[in-house]
């Protein structure tokens, strides 16, 4: 039985008295004991969450990593290392608008993901096709090429200690969301994918949806067999909003 996650990224929302208000509505929820919830704030306020966060069982994760995990000369990064010191647990890697508006590459991605489980981070990998894609018929292909990719470069065994997003890029943001038959297709695609290479790794990695989840649609798609809960964006900025969300994975 794969325990439920769920996600909230904040993207590049808030300022320290907005972050601290919702903090504060965070620290408020009564959230189900059966689930994981974690939050991922932009990295200027990652030390903020987690001291307001203290004894709430929320872990903070960060929207993205250097693709070396040393320390070094690489201005304007930051090493999946120092955000296992800061005490992040998790991190984005391979976030559709990282893909597309900002160029990000399978090469570069396989290395972030690299150097967040080296550094003992938990990479949480998005994948997801674009409309045209899905329009083309081509939904399932280019979500496996994503998966495969890293299963190539890093093997079966990198996704023990790492999570998956199925995330159509038509759905982030736009008030779209895939029905819930839609997402569970790919996520089975997904886990078939996987377990053609490891069965008992394809079993437990925990495969998430995310698009325009909200409270209204939560419990259909967390209902479904394959979806281990959701990556949240929007609705994740509103602590009762996002509470929802998480009672309706606990259900
Ligand atoms: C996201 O950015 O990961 C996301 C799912 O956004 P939203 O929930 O706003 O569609």
Redesign the pocket.
């Known amino acids: 039985m794969r325990r439920p996650l769920v996600a909230g ?1 904040w ?1 590049m929302h808030g300022t320290r008295a907005s972050v601290a208000e919702l903090i504060e509505g965070l620290r408020c929820l009564a959230l189900p004991g059966n689930i994981d919830v974690a939050v991922f704030p932009p990295c200027l306020f990652i030390p903020q969450v987690i001291d307001g966060l203290a004894g709430k069982s929320i872990t903070v994760g960060a929207q993205n990593c250097a693709m070396q995990s040393q320390l070094g000369a690489l201005t304007g990064e930051i090493a999946a290392s120092q955000l296992a010191d800061a005490g992040c647990s998790l991190v984005l890697v391979g ?1 559709s608008e990282r893909r597309l508006m900002l160029g990000e590459h399978d090469d570069l991605l396989c290395r972030k993901f690299a150097a967040a489980q080296v550094s003992g981070l938990v990479p949480l990998l998005c994948v997801g096709e674009t409309l045209a894609q899905r329009d083309a018929g081509q939904a399932l292909s280019v979500i496996k090429q994503q998966v495969g990719i890293v299963v190539e470069r890093l093997g079966i065994d990198a996704f023990a200690r790492a999570v998956l997003a199925y ?1 159509p890029v038509w ?3 736009s008030g779209l969301t895939a029905s819930a038959q839609q997402a569970q297709d790919v996520h089975a695609a997904i886990r078939a994918q996987l377990a053609a290479e490891n069965a008992a790794v394809a079993g437990t990695v925990r495969i998430l949806y ?4 909200k409270a209204a649609n939560a419990a259909e798609l967390f209902g479904m067999p394959d979806i281990d809960g959701g ?5 994740s900025l509103n602590a009762d909003e996002f509470g929802a969300i998480c009672r309706a994975a606990g259900s």
């Open positions: 990224n993207k976030h995330e759905a982030i943001g995310g698009g325009s989840v990556l949240i964006g929007g609705a």
